[in-house]
């Protein structure tokens, strides 16, 4: 629907370019009064007043043929490199709520896919104590990861904080990689911690 209305000027357009070629081939008078009797003020002394607006005018249809050609959709590539992408497998097998299966520390994350970013990102959804301790605030982003074309890895980024008493002295991303041969579809191996899907 939203291709009609560039495909409608475009052909308004193109249909008075035509016109007025036809007009100049066909039409022994409208060629006459393109290119200026004699004795009449011309323009680089080929083409009259009149026939400067004509060529104006065809140049003017010529755009507007042409530029609304590119505002028409063209349908999105999809890119099929990426595992399990194309079918939403990947997806489906990530997005949920996981809880880390680190001794002292079973914060749990919700991941999501970004469409716009690309890539797959955790929120912290519950804290543990030592999540809270060190200075992590529920909601905020602490894991994103993406698909590695052609690969059966996820390149991961793992938020790690140093601090004490609800305040972080130290913050820094982690890289790391998700191994999606040991993963399954209820747990979840990085390069940093193991996961397990609460949901």
Same mark, same amino acid.
């Given at each position: 629907?939203?291709?009609?209305?560039?495909?409608?000027?475009s052909g308004?357009c193109?249909?008075?370019?035509?016109?007025l070629v036809?007009?100049?081939?066909?039409?022994?008078?409208?060629?006459?009064?393109?290119?200026?009797?004699?004795?009449?003020?011309?323009?680089?002394?080929i083409?009259?007043?009149?026939?400067?607006?004509?060529? /104006?005018?065809?140049?003017?249809f010529?755009?507007?043929?042409?530029?609304?050609?590119?505002?028409?959709?063209q349908?999105?590539?999809v890119?099929?490199?990426?595992?399990?992408?194309?079918?939403?497998?990947?997806?489906?097998r990530?997005?949920?709520?996981?809880?880390?299966?680190?001794?002292d520390n079973?914060?749990?994350?919700?991941?999501?896919?970004?469409?716009?970013?690309d890539?797959?990102?955790?929120?912290?959804?519950?804290?543990?104590?030592?999540?809270?301790?060190?200075g992590?605030?529920?909601?905020e982003?602490?894991w994103?990861?993406?698909?590695?074309a052609?690969?059966?890895?996820?390149?991961?980024?793992?938020?790690?904080?140093?601090?004490?008493d609800g305040?972080?002295?130290?913050?820094?991303?982690?890289?790391?990689?998700?191994?999606?041969?040991?993963?399954?579809?209820?747990? /979840?191996?990085?390069?940093?911690?193991?996961?397990?899907?609460?949901?």
């Open positions: 629907m939203n291709d009609i209305l560039p495909v409608l000027v308004v193109g249909l008075l370019l035509v016109v036809g007009a100049f081939i066909l039409s022994a008078g409208f060629r006459d009064a393109v290119l200026g009797a004699q004795g009449e003020a011309t323009v680089t002394g083409l009259s007043v009149k026939g400067v607006a004509i060529v /104006l005018l065809c140049g003017l010529l755009a507007g043929l042409l530029i609304p050609l590119g505002y028409i959709q349908p999105v590539a890119d099929e490199t990426k595992p399990g992408l194309d079918a939403g497998g990947l997806i489906a990530l997005v949920g709520i996981w809880e880390a299966q680190i001794p079973h914060f749990q994350m919700q991941i999501n896919w970004n469409p716009s970013a890539r797959f990102e955790g929120r912290l959804l519950k804290q543990s104590p030592t999540s809270e301790y060190i992590f605030q529920r909601g982003l602490v994103v990861a993406v698909p590695v052609n690969s059966n890895e996820l390149q991961e980024q793992q938020k790690f904080r140093v601090g004490a305040k972080t002295e130290l913050m820094e991303w982690k890289a790391g990689t998700v191994d999606l041969d040991k993963s399954t579809a209820q747990n /979840l191996v990085t390069s940093y911690a193991s996961f397990r899907r609460i949901k």
